[in-house]
């Protein structure tokens, strides 16, 4: 069983920047076995969004609306993924959620608020 603990979330203006951590844990898994890791987004009444995700190769993709303001980036050492968020828009506010590929299987945090004031 993998387990994945987010944080870094809150509330900040626009303009403002975040980090968000994920932390793979409770489980035999580290980091290193995951396929691929990434942070989705869900903003009231729309669906889960693709923010950012990283493959083990270190290879990245970005959505097109967080190119340039957004860095997903992963510590082997600390079984860690992040998620800088600069230049943040209240179109960013959402809850955000940590997912981690094993094999052929999807894992998900319980995700962390993130909420742009204009």
């Known amino acids: 069983q993998v387990q994945l603990v987010e944080s870094g979330g809150g509330l900040v203006q626009a303009g403002g920047s975040l980090r968000l951590s994920c932390v793979v844990s409770g489980s035999i898994w580290s980091i290193n076995a995951m396929s691929a890791m990434g942070w989705y987004r869900q903003a009231p009444g729309k669906q889960r969004e693709l923010a950012a995700r990283?493959?083990?190769?270190?290879?990245?993709n970005y959505a097109d609306s967080v190119k340039g303001r957004f860095t997903i980036s992963r510590d082997n050492t600390k079984n860690t993924v992040y998620l800088q968020m600069n230049s943040l828009k209240p179109e960013d506010t959402a809850a955000y959620y940590c997912?981690?590929?094993?094999?052929?299987?999807?894992?998900w945090g319980q995700g962390t608020q993130v909420t742009v004031s204009s």
């Open positions: 997912n981690a590929l094993l094999l052929t299987k999807n894992y």
């Open positions: 990283i493959t083990s190769g270190g290879s990245t």
